[in-house]
């Protein structure tokens, strides 16, 4: 029997993972978020918690209960919401981690053994001065433009450091006490879309949210301008990369942080897909300069080259078949639409 702790569980991945997880019956979920688990998805998990990240005496208590395996350390502030709360986003995206990463040391001194903990950072670690350097840049690698223009961004690559700082080097004058073992593996996941759950507070909930529109038969004010370009993937595949950076053999890993992407339209290009599926879709383009300048300073694309060649990544949804085999069909069952 495996033991996991999913935090942020009622987010987007948090949905789409302990659906994916419960259906093996050898893991036992322990599902945390600040509002009360979706009732979907109380069946599938042996224990919903309602709580905070930032209260340690739940954490402490939740640590004291059960012996984790694995950590997938999920809950955030996205990147449109941290920039209007900044503060805020700071105090759950960086507190919020470091207590994670506190329980989880803690967890491996009592179980003497290592402990997985999975994060997920994001595309918003990267921030291109602009439009003409995007264009050249191409497909950014892992050490490529850590200039985060972001709250979000920030807060990522901060927290990408501290689990390496975590994995390696904690208390490292501290010879004589046990340290605590992390295995610390983290995913820079490009944009997500899902057929099942909208986004709420990111800066590429564009996509998402013109396909959900226009299943629903609502016309979408894009935010962004049709040539805007950043990389994407199915959610299916965001989960599937999780799952398969946690199973794969620690030897293989080169590194701590992976970049993962499958698709690169312009939001145009988008708006033609959903166009084709939902031939009455309504979009307008009126870019909010603001959030504009937010996913500009965003890579046009990302090389996962590592992650193919580490632990044998591989997106099963290009753009066409995402579309065709995953999102529209997922949109019309949820909306209870005929085409
Ligand atoms: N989807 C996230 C956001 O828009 C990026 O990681 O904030």
Partial sequence: MKTILITGANGEIGHGLISRLAEHS????????LQELDEALKPKVYRAVAGDILDTALLESLSATYNFDTIYH???LLSTKAERQPVLAHKVNVDGTLNLLEMAVGQSRLQGREIKFLYPSSIAVYGLPDLETKARAGKVKEHEWLTPRTMYGINKLYCEQLGIYYAQYYRQLDADSPRGHIDFRCLRFPGLIS???VPTGGTSDYAPEMLHAAAQGKPYQCFVREDTRIPFMAMPDAIEALLQLEAAPRHKLTRFVYNVTA?????GEIFELVRRAFPTAHV????DLKRQRIVDSWPADVDDSAAQRDWGWQPTYDLHRAFAEY?????????NRKL
């Fill in 26 to 33: 050898d893991v036992r979920i322990i599902a945390l978020d």
């Fill in 74 to 76: 999920l809950a955030a």
């Fill in 195 to 197: 057929a099942v759950t």
């Fill in 263 to 267: 698709f690169n339209p312009s939001a």
């Fill in 284 to 287: 307008t383009f009126v870019p």
């Fill in 327 to 335: 999102l529209v069909p997922g949109v019309l069952q949820r909306y």
